[in-house]
């Protein structure tokens, strides 16, 4: 037996043709070791937008289709195309994480049957969802599905940055832009943990509300004195490691550089060849997919490279995830708290106005799929 369930999909044509749409897709029963969820909720992160999107020119997007059948196409353009060609033609599922109800389970399973559920492992943007329960964590009774829909991707990214940390042997973060789902979480964690932070965000309006929550060192990059004040804020905690989500641009070559000329201070004689402080930045996304800038300034002692939290949990001791898989879970409604912008269904999330909004990726904007 099987059942049907409505997808989001989306495809690129070889020849430059972006085309998302709903489709129908049979889904077998479960079984042994698997669960079949009714997917309720299902949050839309940046790191989606780059499947769903992919290199295409947003100024292109339109509605096709029908009522019934909706369809949202754009174009893209040559150079675009050569940065997806391993997908070009394929009909690709979407969707990190979510949240549902189990409804079939397989023999082994049952006990499960009713449960609420959040998941992580693609194809979330769907009406039902085959998947293993070790890639599920089961929610307390009573937890909403808006609840449960972002408890991987954000706060175990946000717990990966403290792990990472620990293990570098680094004794604060600054993270940017800070003032997001993500970054809130990491400013309650690092408060709970003792942990120095640098926030690094975009308008007085974001710093305020950082600090509301309790963060001690906010940057306004918007500020004159941007500069100036992420120094001090750098030479107060001693900050040797930052998370960029920005990507493009100068912001990591920023970093490096302040980090250099706090750590120059320290110094007492003149190296040709900087200060032997190691620097390390990530960056874990690409808000900005422009070029990153460095302007090198900041000696030989730094490195630069990405920072993936699938890569992190693959790598890490089973016992260190487990342990913040259990913490998400007992603080979900707490430090690992999503707020949503706007809840929208399947339909909708292919209407070209709507699309347009969640793929700005705006800071403090966070769109929530109700399939």
């Avoid at 110094?267 to 874990?284: E, F, L, P």
């Amino acid at each position: 037996m099987s059942r049907t369930s409505l997808e989001l999909r989306s495809t690129i044509t070889p020849e430059g043709a972006l085309r998302i749409s709903l489709e129908r897709v049979s889904v077998p029963e479960p079984a042994a070791g698997q669960l079949l969820v009714q997917v309720e909720a299902a949050p839309i992160n940046p790191s989606d937008l780059g499947l769903l999107f992919g290199p295409a020119d947003m100024a292109s997007l339109k509605a096709e289709g029908t009522a019934d059948d909706p369809v949202l196409s754009a174009t893209v353009a040559p150079q675009g195309l050569a940065m997806v060609r391993a997908r070009l033609g394929q009909s690709m599922a979407v969707g990190n994480e979510g949240s549902g109800t189990v409804i079939a389970a397989g023999p082994d399973l049952q006990h499960l049957i009713g449960k609420r559920v959040a998941m992580i492992g693609g194809a979330m943007y769907a009406e039902l969802r085959l998947i293993s329960p070790e890639a599920c964590i089961v929610l307390p009774d009573g937890a909403s599905a808006a609840e449960g829909a972002s408890l991987f991707v954000n706060p175990l990214t946000a717990l990966g940055f403290v792990e990472t940390m620990r293990a570098e042997g680094h004794k604060a973060i600054i993270h940017v832009p800070a003032a997001s789902n993500l970054g809130q979480m990491l400013v309650r964690i690092c408060k709970d943990d003792g942990i120095e932070l640098v926030n690094i965000v975009r308008s007085p309006q974001q710093a305020d509300l950082l600090r509301g929550i309790g963060a001690t060192h906010v940057i306004d990059s918007s500020a004159e004195d941007f500069r100036e004040k992420l120094e001090e804020a750098i030479a107060e905690t001693g900050a040797t490691l930052a998370f960029d989500a920005i990507g493009g641009g100068e912001m990591t070559s920023t970093i490096l550089n302040a980090m250099e000329a706090v750590a120059v201070r320290k110094m007492t004689a003149y190296d040709r060849y900087g200060s032997a402080a190691k620097k390390q930045v990530y960056i874990y996304g690409a808000l900005d997919t422009g070029p990153t800038t460095l302007r090198r300034g900041f000696g030989f002692s730094w490195g630069i490279g990405g920072w993936l939290l699938f890569h992190f949990l693959q790598r890490t001791d089973p016992a260190i995830v487990q342990n913040m898989r259990e913490r998400v879970t007992s603080e979900m409604t707490t430090t690992f708290a999503s707020h949503y912008t706007a809840t929208i269904s399947l339909a909708d999330a292919l209407k070209p106005e709507i699309a347009a909004a969640y793929q700005r990726k705006s800071t403090g904007a966070k769109y929530l799929i109700v399939p």
